[in-house]
């Protein structure tokens, strides 16, 4: 086959290209990456609220979040009253990560201090590379047979 200086130009490029993505990708998060870093925003935000541990709490919430409520102490009290399972989770189980473009829906079964099993739907956020919490939705677990 002969030299072809047009074949030449398509593959440099092509070549760059591929080069440029090699380089890239180690800097984009796996999806396991991703799957842990939202469990570990989730679970550290729990372990804050068991040891009342108020500013820790408030650091893993979304900015909707901390500008709904405005403070650590009104946040945490809000917590307290309304989400029981959540403020003293006694069992911690994930268990499906819902993508929804430019949020995640963590499923996170939750069993409150007085042995209710619940179903946690966290909306989770990116905030300068780190996963925050958007919003909690409980509703009981279904428990099956």
Known sequence: MAWNPLRTRVRLPLFLLIVLLVVALPGVPSAE?????IEQTILRQIEAFANDDQEAAWSFASEGIKRRFGDADVFFS?????????????????????????????????TGPDGQRWDAYYRMVRSDGDWRVAGVQLQPADMGI
């Open 33 to 37: 990456e991703q799957d842990e870093a």
């Open 78 to 110: 809000m917590v307290r009253e309304a989400y029981p399972a959540v403020h003293r989770a006694t069992t911690i189980e994930f268990v499906e990560l819902v993508p929804h473009g430019t949020f995640d829906i963590q499923v996170v079964r939750l």
